[in-house]
C-alpha cells in the first residue's frame, strides 16, 4: 500500500523532473526504423521513439537502419543506414530564439531542414563533414561524409 | 580517345573522362572522385556498374535542396581551401582528394536516386493553430479558435512521440519584459484550455515570444490585436 506522505514524494519528483529534462533535451526521436544506438557520457543504449537527444549524444545508425530526430527549434535531422552523428552543441530559448547548433556527420549521409535557430541566428549554426564546415542559411540540405 | 571513353562522357553526369582513370575499381576524375551516370551511379572500370558500391561511395560532400515549396536557401562551406557559397537548386560543393573545397552540381534525379529513400524517413513538419481570444478576454476563444480544437487532437493523433509548444505573442504595447510576461501568461491559459479538454500538461511546453514575431508588423505602441494571439505548434 502506498502511504500518503509517499505519493507526495512521488508526485513531486515527477512535476520536479519533467521540466527540467524538457529544458536540458536537444530534441527528440521521430523516427527509429531499425537499430539505432545512442552513446552519452560513454555508455551505448538503444534509441527509442520518444527518447530524448542531448548535447554530446553520439548517433549510430546500423545498416538498413534509418533515424529521424526533430530538435527543439524544429530543425529535422535524418541518417541513412550506417551513419554516425554527433551533436556537438545545442541550447536554444524559446523566447528570443537565440541559441546554438553546431553537428557533425562522421560517417554516412544526413537529410537536414533547417529550424528556427537557422532563420533567426544563422551564424550560430554549423554541421561538420570532413574539412568542411557548413554555415546555414535557413534551407534544406543533404550531407555525406566518407568516415575517417 | 577510345570508345569506352566516349561511353563515359556520354552517360557521366558531372565530370570528364580521364584516359588514365586512378587506382581502384572505378573511373574517378582529375579530382579523385568517382565518374557518375545519370542515375548517380558510379561507373566502374571495364563494366558498366549497375549497383553503388562501398569504395566509390565514400566523399565528402553537402547538397542544397529546395524546400517542401520549392524555395532555396543557402549554405556557405568553409574548408582550409577556402570557402564557396551555395544557392542554386542541387547545388553541390565536396572535399577533393588534396582537402580541397570544389563545387559540382548535383540533379534532382541523382537526389531522388541516391537519397530517395533517406528523404522519406524525415520526421513530419511541424503543424502550427493560431488561436485568439474573443474581444476583451484573457481566457475565452473566438469561435472559430475553439473549432480548431478537433484538428489539433488529429495531428496529435498522427504523430510519433508528438509535442506540443505552446507559445504567445503580444502587441507593441507596453515594454518588451512587460510583453515576455504577457504573452506567457497568455500561452498559460491556452495550456488550460487544452488540459480541460484532455490533454496532459506535461505533454505542452509553454513560452511566449512577447513582441518579437508580429503577424503585422507595427510601430512600437500600436494597439493592433491581430498580433495579440496564442500560436500551438504540434512535432
Not at chain 1, 54 to 77: C, K, Y
Not at chain 2, 45 to 50: K, L, R, S, W
Request: with cysteine; aromatic share 4%; net charge negative.
Amino acid at each position: 500500500m502506498i502511504k500518503p506522505g509517499m505519493m507526495t514524494c512521488l508526485l513531486v519528483a515527477l512535476c520536479a523532473a519533467v521540466p527540467v529534462q524538457a529544458e536540458q533535451r536537444a530534441g527528440t526521436f521521430k523516427v527509429v526504423n531499425g537499430t539505432v544506438h545512442v552513446e552519452r557520457a560513454g555508455v551505448k543504449e538503444v534509441a527509442q521513439i520518444g527518447g530524448a537527444v542531448m548535447q554530446g549524444d553520439r548517433v549510430v545508425t546500423a545498416p538498413d537502419s534509418f533515424a529521424g530526430i526533430t530538435l527543439r527549434d524544429n530543425t529535422r535531422l535524418t541518417a541513412s543506414p550506417d551513419s554516425t552523428l554527433v551533436i556537438d552543441a545545442f541550447s536554444f530559448d524559446t523566447t528570443t530564439h537565440k541559441g546554438r547548433l553546431n553537428a557533425s556527420l562522421k560517417k554516412g549521409r544526413l537529410a537536414v531542414i533547417s529550424g528556427q535557430l537557422a532563420k533567426a541566428n544563422p551564424e550560430s549554426v554549423t554541421y561538420n563533414t570532413g574539412t568542411m564546415t557548413i554555415g546555414v542559411r535557413g534551407t534544406e540540405f543533404i550531407l555525406e561524409a566518407a568516415g575517417e | 580517345m577510345d570508345v569506352r571513353c566516349k561511353q563515359l562522357i556520354a552517360s557521366a553526369l558531372v565530370f570528364g573522362c580521364l584516359s588514365s582513370a586512378h587506382a581502384g575499381q572505378y573511373w574517378t576524375s582529375s579530382n579523385g572522385l568517382p565518374v557518375r551516370d545519370n542515375a548517380g551511379n558510379c561507373v566502374e572500370q571495364g563494366v558498366q556498374a549497375n549497383t553503388l558500391q562501398p569504395g566509390c561511395d565514400a566523399m565528402n560532400r553537402v547538397i542544397l535542396l529546395p524546400d517542401a515549396s520549392g524555395e532555396v536557401g543557402a549554405v556557405v562551406v568553409m574548408s582550409e581551401g577556402g570557402s564557396k557559397t551555395l544557392n542554386t537548386a542541387y547545388g553541390a560543393a565536396y572535399q577533393g582528394t588534396e582537402g580541397q573545397l570544389e563545387e559540382s552540381a548535383a540533379s534532382s534525379e541523382e537526389v531522388s536516386s541516391r537519397f530517395g529513400q533517406l528523404l522519406q524517413q524525415q520526421p513530419l513538419p511541424a503543424e502550427t493553430f493560431t488561436l485568439r481570444f474573443t474581444s476583451g478576454s484573457a481566457t475565452e476563444l473566438t469561435p472559430d479558435s475553439l473549432a480548431m480544437i478537433p484538428r489539433l487532437s488529429a495531428s496529435l493523433e498522427e504523430r510519433k512521440a508528438p509535442e506540443i509548444r505552446i507559445v504567445g505573442h503580444t502587441d507593441r504595447v507596453g515594454s518588451l519584459l512587460a510583453n515576455d510576461r504577457l504573452s506567457k501568461a497568455r500561452a498559460q491559459t491556452v495550456a488550460k484550455v487544452l488540459n480541460e479538454k484532455g490533454i496532459p500538461m506535461d505533454m505542452m511546453e509553454v513560452t511566449g515570444r512577447g513582441e518579437r514575431e508580429p503577424e503585422v508588423a507595427t510601430s512600437d505602441g500600436v494597439d493592433e490585436p491581430r498580433n495579440r494571439r496564442v500560436e500551438i505548434s504540434i512535432r
